[in-house]
Every structure is written in structure tokens, then in C-alpha cells.
């Protein structure tokens, strides 16, 4: 009867682990292995209950009814291991593959990264080449031009370009198109500087004031802003050989001031012409792209 009772409450530990093991649906290793324990357990248990079958049997034939029971549910217990083992390497596979992808992304934006650090020095390289060049080539136009000062005439680096404005006190009279000697003067001698700098762009820009033109021969502002670049770009290239293909003439009319004031010094300020002179930017494009 001892024995019987022995048997009776390992078979209701045998119940618990397996009512346990079907409520877990994904285990840890550790949690598996302990598991995997209690199999054992049970499967020498259940070795040791075949030897006492016979003398249980005449006792009680109920106890053959247990041990069948007791048998289906190791049955049942090997099954859920064997389904928690395919979990457990499941999870493992999915794991690695998972980090498997998340080291081939980061190694991905390291790619991208290097790209973007390399291309970033590059340009800095180029436009701290290009800054370099600008103002070399500024006081290169500076030294050039240095006999015009008092006339009107201003020279500065702006957003990597040269700037060079001539008052219309230097190149034209009040509602000409014609250049004076002094301006033609100028203007040579800026030739020369821009000569040496073919890879240079010139762009030419007539500014008038907001005073309406009071002569026939123009139509209005726009007209006469756009006949006074054309005219230095005449002199720049027909009389000191500097490449048509580099120049743009273009007239900005009254519409770009550089004082805003109506009075009679403001508006001598705005009838101005301005020669910008800008690098090439194809190395810095490509980059970019």
C-alpha cells in the first residue's frame, strides 16, 4: 500500500510537468534543458514502476490503468520536447539570420557613410581650392585696376565669385551706350588678368536707376541696361581677344539696386555695371552627383 501511494503522487507530478510544459509556447535554453531533465526523471521512474507491474497488478489491476495512463502521458511529454527542441532551433535560426541582416544594413551605412565623409572632404578640398583661386585672382584684378579707384570702381569675393562693379562715372555717360577712353582703359587692363585665367566665366550685368529713359533711341531701362553689357563684352572681345564663349551679357534694368534710397547719390550708386567672374564647377557637380 506504501508503494501504491508512492505511485499515486508521482503520477500526480508526472500530471503537473505536463500540464506545465503545455501551457509554455516558446522556451529559453536553460528552461529546455531543465525540462529535458525531468524526461529522464520520468523514464527511470517508469522503468522502475515496469518491474513492480506484475506485483501492483495483483493488488490492485486498477494500477496497470495508471501505468498505461502514466505511459501515454511520458508519450505525450516526449512529443511536446521534441516540438519545443524545432521551436528553440527555430528561434535560434531566426535569431541569426535576423542578425545577419542587421550586420549586412550596418555594414551598408558604413559603405554609404565612408562615401559621404569622402565626398563631403573632397569638396570642402575643392571649394577651399576654388576660395584660394578667388582671391588670388581678386588681387590679381585689384593690382590691374589699381589706377581706377577713385572712379567708381569696386572689387570683392562673394559666394566664390570675383565681383568687379564699374560706376557708369568710369564707363559711360548719362543715357549712352558709348565707353570713353578711361572705361576702354579699364577694361583692357582687366582683359589681360582674364586672359590669363581661361577657365574663368565672365558674366556681364547693366544697372541703371529707376529714373524712366527720356531718349528715343532706348525703349526703356531694361533696353539700355542690356546695350551697356553688350557693349563691354564688345570691348572685352572684340578688341582684347577675350573668348566669346566665356561671356554672358545680360541687363538687370532697375530691378537689383544696391541702395534703396531715391536720393541723387543712391541712384549714381545703382548705374553701375558688374563683371562676375566665376570658376568652372564641374569638378564640384560631379561630385555631387
Given at each position: 500500500?506504501?508503494s501504491f501511494?508512492r505511485?499515486?503522487?508521482?503520477?500526480?507530478?508526472?500530471?503537473?510537468?505536463?500540464?506545465?510544459?503545455f501551457?509554455?509556447?516558446?522556451?529559453?535554453?536553460?528552461?529546455?534543458?531543465?525540462?529535458?531533465?525531468?524526461?529522464?526523471?520520468?523514464?527511470?521512474?517508469?522503468?522502475?514502476?515496469?518491474?513492480?507491474?506484475?506485483?501492483?497488478?495483483?493488488?490492485?489491476?486498477g494500477?496497470?490503468?495508471?501505468?498505461?495512463?502514466?505511459?501515454?502521458?511520458?508519450?505525450?511529454?516526449?512529443?511536446?520536447?521534441?516540438?519545443?527542441?524545432?521551436?528553440?532551433?527555430?528561434?535560434?535560426?531566426?535569431?541569426?539570420?535576423?542578425?545577419?541582416?542587421?550586420?549586412?544594413?550596418?555594414?551598408?551605412a558604413?559603405?554609404?557613410?565612408?562615401?559621404?565623409?569622402?565626398?563631403?572632404?573632397?569638396?570642402?578640398?575643392?571649394?577651399?581650392?576654388?576660395?584660394?583661386s578667388?582671391?588670388?585672382l581678386?588681387?590679381?584684378?585689384?593690382?590691374s585696376?589699381?589706377?581706377?579707384k577713385?572712379?567708381?570702381?569696386?572689387?570683392?569675393?562673394?559666394?566664390?565669385k570675383?565681383y568687379?562693379?564699374?560706376?557708369?562715372?568710369?564707363?559711360?555717360?548719362?543715357?549712352s551706350?558709348?565707353?570713353?577712353?578711361?572705361?576702354?582703359?579699364?577694361?583692357?587692363q582687366?582683359?589681360?588678368?582674364?586672359?590669363?585665367q581661361?577657365?574663368?566665366?565672365?558674366?556681364?550685368?547693366?544697372?541703371?536707376?529707376?529714373?524712366p529713359?527720356?531718349?528715343s533711341?532706348?525703349?526703356?531701362?531694361?533696353?539700355?541696361?542690356?546695350?551697356?553689357s553688350?557693349?563691354?563684352?564688345?570691348?572685352?572681345?572684340?578688341?582684347?581677344?577675350?573668348?566669346?564663349?566665356?561671356?554672358?551679357a545680360?541687363?538687370?534694368?532697375e530691378?537689383?539696386?544696391?541702395?534703396?534710397?531715391?536720393?541723387?547719390?543712391?541712384?549714381a550708386?545703382?548705374?553701375?555695371?558688374e563683371?562676375?567672374?566665376?570658376p568652372?564647377?564641374?569638378?564640384?557637380?560631379?561630385?555631387?552627383?
Amino acid at each position: 500500500m506504501h508503494s501504491f501511494s508512492r505511485f499515486l503522487s508521482l503520477s500526480s507530478c508526472f500530471c503537473f510537468v505536463c500540464f506545465s510544459f503545455f501551457q509554455i509556447s516558446c522556451v529559453s535554453t536553460s528552461t529546455f534543458d531543465a525540462e529535458v531533465k525531468k524526461v529522464d526523471s520520468l523514464q527511470k521512474a517508469l522503468i522502475a514502476m515496469h518491474n513492480q507491474k506484475q506485483e501492483l497488478a495483483a493488488k490492485n489491476v486498477g494500477n496497470a490503468a495508471m501505468i498505461d495512463d502514466l505511459q501515454q502521458e511520458i508519450r505525450l511529454l516526449k512529443e511536446k520536447t521534441r516540438i519545443l527542441e524545432e521551436q528553440l532551433d527555430q528561434a535560434k535560426k531566426a535569431s541569426t539570420d535576423e542578425i545577419r541582416n542587421l550586420l549586412s544594413q550596418l555594414e551598408k551605412a558604413e559603405e554609404d557613410l565612408f562615401t559621404r565623409e569622402t565626398m563631403l572632404r573632397d569638396v570642402q578640398a575643392l571649394m577651399k581650392q576654388r576660395d584660394s583661386s578667388m582671391n588670388a585672382l581678386r588681387e590679381s584684378v585689384e593690382k590691374s585696376l589699381l589706377g581706377f579707384k577713385d572712379s567708381g570702381l569696386e572689387i570683392e569675393v562673394k559666394n566664390g565669385k570675383v565681383y568687379v562693379k564699374m560706376s557708369n562715372q568710369l564707363l559711360f555717360k548719362s543715357g549712352s551706350t558709348t565707353i570713353d577712353k578711361r572705361g576702354r582703359d579699364a577694361l583692357q587692363q582687366l582683359a589681360i588678368v582674364l586672359s590669363q585665367q581661361p577657365d574663368i566665366s565672365i558674366m556681364i550685368e547693366g544697372h541703371t536707376d529707376n529714373v524712366p529713359i527720356g531718349s528715343s533711341r532706348f525703349a526703356d531701362n531694361w533696353d539700355l541696361s542690356v546695350l551697356r553689357s553688350t557693349e563691354v563684352a564688345r570691348i572685352l572681345t572684340v578688341e582684347n581677344g577675350i573668348d566669346p564663349k566665356r561671356i554672358i551679357a545680360s541687363g538687370r534694368s532697375e530691378f537689383m539696386p544696391v541702395e534703396e534710397s531715391n536720393d541723387p547719390e543712391s541712384r549714381a550708386k545703382n548705374r553701375r555695371t558688374e563683371i562676375i567672374l566665376s570658376p568652372k564647377l564641374d569638378e564640384l557637380l560631379n561630385l555631387v552627383k
